[in-house]
């Protein structure tokens, strides 16, 4: 090393700030732990400074150039070495930035969803990002950093994990709870409330460490393309047996309409036979099916007679005036108020 290297590196020595490359970093640890007395120290405005030792922060500094000294920073004493004559002091010095880092990319599968609509449970994927930031840097520091996550890759691969296992939860939940289609929640159509209800989920496992997720972004819960297609079908077919009046009658219409369709292609003869037999095998599936309704209903149990109505105690006059009030209020209409009203006038 040249004489020119050599007044490099002590010139470096008497300031401390955080590097150039590393500025994109949300906590970065100064490199060297021996300092001298009267160092310049420098804190962006953006970050604030902390001097650990022994696994504990001893002080801070906020934004600003600083003079790394006893008389103007009072708990630098407790870091001072006896054996340099007070000319030195010992401590990890971390950079820990306070604003808002934003686009955290995350992604991943979050299980077996049950969609409540088929019952069926499919596969599911999650993607998007997040925005992080830094609210109380010691707990960050002694939580995270103190474990040996001091760059972003390695703590923030720890809360990547995080934010998959709450939107995996918390879907699930959703989906059971509010009965969301989950082709409906694949669309997009519930974005905002599941960003809300994961964020809160996300709270208690990340304040302890000092840090608040603050918003997410892009995020899109997606399914494979056969499982949508798979899906689109269930749920017509579960839409169209509602209107049917139940599954197996929707399943024994779609049978005979493919019967008579069936037969109206098949081939052999003519084909106006063969669709009139087709036709004539679909009128006659569709009316056995139609019987076996009527046994059904038949074979009920007869319900009980419903009590006669309470005869009209009220006077023709009374009636007269009701009559007019559902008039006015657009009940009854003229017809039908003129034809009640010439009934009643016969019993005045």
Do not use: C
């Amino acid at each position: 090393m040249g004489i020119f290297d050599s007044i490099k590196g002590e010139a470096q020595r008497n300031f401390i700030a955080r590097a150039d490359s590393a500025k994109g970093e949300i906590v970065y640890k100064y490199p060297e732990k021996n300092v001298r007395m009267k160092t310049q120290l420098t804190v962006d405005a953006d970050e604030v400074a902390l001097f650990v030792k022994d696994g504990k922060v001893e002080g801070k500094l906020g934004p600003g150039r600083h003079t790394l000294d006893t008389n103007n920073i009072p708990f630098l004493s407790r870091l001072l070495e006896g054996f340099t004559g007070g000319n030195m002091f010992m401590a990890e010095i971390f950079f820990v930035s306070n604003r808002e880092h934003t686009g955290v990319k995350f992604g991943g599968p979050i299980g077996d969803v049950r969609d409540p609509e088929t019952g069926l449970g499919i596969g599911t994927m999650v993607y998007g990002d997040f925005s992080i930031r830094v609210t109380e840097p010691e707990k960050l520091v002694v939580g995270l950093v103190g474990m040996g996550r001091a760059t972003n890759e390695e703590f923030l691969g720890w809360f990547k994990g995080q934010v998959l296992k709450v939107t995996r939860d918390r879907t699930a939940e959703l989906l059971v709870k509010k009965k969301w289609p989950l082709l409906d929640v694949t669309s997009g159509a519930y974005v905002e409330e599941m960003e809300q209800e994961i964020l809160a989920g996300l709270k208690p496992h990340v304040d302890s460490y000092g840090l608040t997720i603050v918003r997410m972004g892009n995020f899109v819960v997606s399914i494979k393309p056969e499982d949508e297609v798979t899906l689109k079908k269930l749920s017509k077919d579960v839409a169209y047996s509602r209107l049917a009046g139940g599954f197996q009658q929707y399943a024994q219409g779609q049978a005979m309409l493919g019967a008579s369709e069936g037969m109206a292609k098949g081939g052999g003869g003519s084909d106006g036979a063969m669709q009139g037999m087709g036709m004539g095998m679909g009128f006659g599936m569709a009316q056995m099916f139609a019987n076996q309704q009527n046994q059904q209903q038949q074979q009920r149990p007869a319900e009980p007679a419903q009590a006669a109505a309470p005869a009209d105690t009220r006077s023709p006059a009374q009636r007269l005036k009701e009559i007019k009030e559902l008039k006015d209020a657009g009940v009854l209409s003229d017809e039908e108020y003129a034809a009640k009203r010439a009934e009643l006038m016969k019993l005045l």
